[in-house]
């Protein structure tokens, strides 16, 4: 299983934790979503077909776009 | 075929710019949904959606799924003229049937009709519009709602019992002179004569149209809205014996009069049901306790006066006063004083309670000895005692699946009889054997009297009470037990469960750590370096220093302040107190700090197989201390669980803790399995083993961290949640936290479950016999009313009879 960390510093209330968690759970592959509230960072572990990419595309599009 | 609907939808819990953005995309994602937009002002979704392919409900759950809620309008009505079984639904099936109503439930023995609707798509006034149109009466409430029902349902009573009166009154002289005839009291010629059956007709004829005015009213609502139930039996049966008797009675066709038989049988069946209006007002007895439960007023200090106010008028943070003897007005929290308060009435536990400076007390329990200051935290419809009620009322309100069959059988089972009444009567006038000359009674009346008593004898109302009387009881009596059950579907499948999964921290554990041991190994005394190691362990967030600073206080052990001190991970705490180096910490710690634990070897391997925890104290590189620590069972576990094994149940603890500490505790308390090392996360796939193995579980937790696990399992319980029970997950609530509630819970469930198979299977034998008997004529109709009437009392004091059984 894979892992990565992002920043999202568009997380500003339990809803987004909410959001983030429950559409990035959706995405096939994806394992494990914990997002936190207070260092604003969104930990996802992951197995194939999900990719980073796909990952960071979908943030953007729910309008929680990553840190670079 | 494709059907466009459009919706408002009032949505709550927006914060966030986002929030509009995600509930339209979770609502794009459902299929057939058209358009979707939500107006973050005003809090509304309009959606525009496909009604062949999706509907409201499933609208519903995207938008509860994505995190928000609906502001659901919630409506409570009473329905006085619900008769049976087929009648509650026929009305489910309308008021399922309107857009924006959801979740309907309908109790036939409590009479209410509960239901979730949309606000913006249809109103509370539409909703009874439709009830009324449907055939159905209801009992406007306003203000206080008990008291209106309660006087409404007095009222019912009390009519009921003059309808009563007035069939006996009319119906005993008239079976009196009509079994005079055929008992040779007075001559047959007599019983005969037309002056004679008038009389009778006379008397028959009050009965028949006022005494039973209200089976005509029901059957025609019933027969008009396209179904039938018992009052068309009714009406039927004892129609036709009283309109066959007047042609007779003018001598127009020759043969007996039976208006002695109609006349019985609607006084007999006023007679179940008075009995049954009576008895069903005690199934609701326990809710009418709960609410008796609450004080009326309550001594608040505002500015150093103390004032009496009405319990409703308390705000929150009013600081009231309870003296000894009275009752805690609303949940909240001590702020000064020293008392023992009786909470039996809501936990049912039978030992007060110690209270002081910070605890939790709760309303409605009752103070003992001393008086006391606190601060309201929860008051209104928030206290634990009005959550217990709603909780309790919406339980009684759900249906059993159990329930599902019988509703099954009566919605066929009334047209069946008129069909099997039929046969009845055809099969008697074609095959009936021939009857003795002079007998006075001809083929076609013969025919037609069996038919009545096939007609009466079927009446299903018994089926329709014999689950829900049950649950109102069992859920009732559950609730002044402390054990607070959510649905009746919980109930049912707690009475079948064969395995309970008790998690350990919390649940079998009180689980907050204690020091149970000090092994002194110092050539001081025994203070000084617990005081150290104490004083050190203050500034560590960690739960065993906790465990280590309570016990000083405990101890009344004064602590100092260390002149440096430092955290160590994983390792322990190291400081410099009074110009000595301290080290507190585990095993590898010492280790790592080169400290020899040899003198405690023995110690350590004897304590570790015990489950405890070990801490060790090194002042100055030498260990003088080993502090115990460990999670003590909670009393009364042992003994719950003792029980548990006496009702044939398996026990399984389940926990985090390694395979050692698991085990020393198992070894405690006497569990049959053990499943260590368990992951939080992984509960609820253990749990989901269990069952994959055929088993029926039942998962005990603490409701908030084991939520997964106690939705998984059959029936979740959450043991101890104390005031947070709208929180818990889980099916079954305890308001205690004595394992000992579990034992009631299922002793509780398996009285219900038992007492509702009794009941059905007495309203459906009673059934399965009688209406042969009564096909092959070998019942009079008045006997089966008899029977009729006798069926449903009995399923009544059947459940009525749980709330004496023994639950522990």
Known sequence: MESVEYSVPAIHCMHCVHTIKTELGDLNGVKFVEADLETKKVDVHYDAPATPKAIEDLLAEINYPVEK | MSEIKQVTLPVTG??????????????????????????????????????????????????????????????????????????????????KAIDGVLRVSINLSSEHARMNYVPTIVTLNEIKQVIRKAGFEMVESGGDQVDVEAQARKAEIDQQRKLLIIGILFSLPLLVLSMGGDFGLFSMEMAQKTWFRLILMTLAIPVQFYVGWQYYVGAYKSIRSGSANMDVLVALGSSTAFLYSIPVT???????????????????????????????????????????????????????????????????????????????????????????????????????????????????TLNKTGSFKFEATKVGKDTTLAQIIRLVEDAQGSKAPIQRLADQVSAVFVPAVIVLAILTFLGWYFLGPALPAGSGVSQFSRALINMVAVLVIACPCAMGLATPTAIMVGTGKGATNGVLIKTSEALERLGMVKTVVLDKTGTITRGEPQVTDLLDLSESNETSWFEMAASLEKFSEHPLGE????????????????????????????????????????QRMMEAKNISLLKVDKNISRMQQEGKTLVFVAVDNVLTGMIAIADQVKDGSVDAIKEMHDMDLETVMLTGDNQQTAKAVAGQVGVDRVISEVLPADKSSEIKKLQENGLNVVMVGDGINDAPALTQADVGIAIGTGTDIAMASAQVVLVSGDLHGVVKAIRLSRYTLRTIKQNLFWAFIYNVILIPVAAFGLLIPMLAAGAMAFSSVFVVSNSLRLNRKKIG
Not at chain 2, 331 to 338: M, R
Not at chain 2, 561 to 580: A, H, R, V
Request: include cysteine; hydrophobic fraction near 40%.
């Open chain 2, 14 to 95: 927006m914060t966030c710019a986002n929030c509009a953005t995600t509930i339209e995309r979770n609502l794009k994602k459902e299929k057939s949904v058209l358009s979707a937009a939500v107006n973050l002002s005003n809090e509304r979704a309009a959606v525009q959606y496909d009604a062949s392919g999706t509907n409201l409900d499933a609208l519903i759950r995207r938008i509860e799924r994505a995190g928000y809620g609906i502001a659901l309008g919630e409506a409570d009505l009473w329905i006085k003229s619900l008769a049976d079984a087929s009648d509650v639904s026929r009305l489910e099936k309308k008021l």
């Open chain 2, 547 to 586: 465990a280590i600073v309570h016990e000083a206080v405990v101890r009344s052990i004064p602590l100092t302040e260390p002149k440096s001190f430092q955290s160590e991970t994983g390792l322990g705490i190291t400081g410099e107190i009074n110009g000595k180096s301290v080290i507190v910490g585990n």
């Open chain 2, 250 to 364: 003018f001598g127009l066709i020759s043969g007996h009069v039976y208006f002695e038989t109609s006349a019985i049988i609607i006084t007999l069946i006023r007679l179940g049901k008075f009995l049954e209006a009576r008895s069903k007002g005690k199934t609701s007895e326990a809710i009418k306790k709960l609410m008796g439960l609450q004080p009326q007023t309550a001594h608040v200090i505002r500015g150093d006066v103390e004032t009496d106010v009405s319990v409703d008028d308390l705000a929150l943070g009013d600081v009231i006063l309870v003296r000894p003897g009275e009752k805690v007005p609303v949940d909240g929290q001590v702020l000064e004083g020293h008392s023992a308060v009786d909470e039996s009435m809501l936990t049912g536990e039978p030992i007060p309670v110690e209270k002081s400076k910070g605890d939790a007390v709760i309303g409605a």
